[in-house]
């Protein structure tokens, strides 16, 4: 059992590059928290701590991070940025008129380097030339949008 104490470093050292290596493989992030939890017991152990107690800290630290950290982790590795496709990705975006626009005359506009067809979100007003615009909705190959009110200083 001495040898155990004044070695156990070594052993909590020897899982802990080796559990690291497994996670590589597994990616799973559980075998990186208990090799987390190995390396808690190698400080406790070069510390000065009996074997057991080095072990207690493992297991500790690594459930510990098996129940607080992993999942905080998990949910951010797997979640991603959300992806818009096609015209959903103008909804929000700014144009300029290029020719007024009405609800019974459609104008146009520039939105995103390109000229779309564009009718008032709001039907009773009229948007003229250079004013800038927000797309609230695309219809088919119809933006509807609302002027943006300038500040005036």
Not at 43 to 53: I, P, R
Not at 97 to 107: K, S
Not at 112 to 134: H, K
């Amino acid at each position: 059992m001495d040898w155990l104490n004044d070695n156990g470093w070594s052993l909590w050292l020897g899982a802990a590059v080796l559990l690291g290596v497994a996670e590589m493989f597994s990616l799973d992030l559980i075998l990186g928290m208990l090799a987390v939890g190995a390396l808690a017991g190698l400080v406790t152990s070069l510390a000065g701590g009996a074997f057991v107690l080095s072990f207690l800290v493992a297991i500790i630290t690594a459930v510990g991070m098996l129940a607080l950290v992993r999942p905080g982790l998990v949910a951010r590795l797997h979640t991603g940025p959300d992806l818009q496709l096609g015209h959903g990705k103008l909804v929000g975006q700014q144009g300029v008129v290029t020719e007024t626009v009405t609800a019974l005359a459609p104008g146009r506009i520039r939105l995103a380097g390109e000229i779309w067809t564009a009718q008032p979100y709001d039907e009773n007003i009229t948007i003229a030339p250079g004013e800038t615009v927000e797309v609230f909705e695309i219809r088919g190959a119809t933006a509807y949008v609302h002027p943006i009110p300038r500040l005036e200083s």
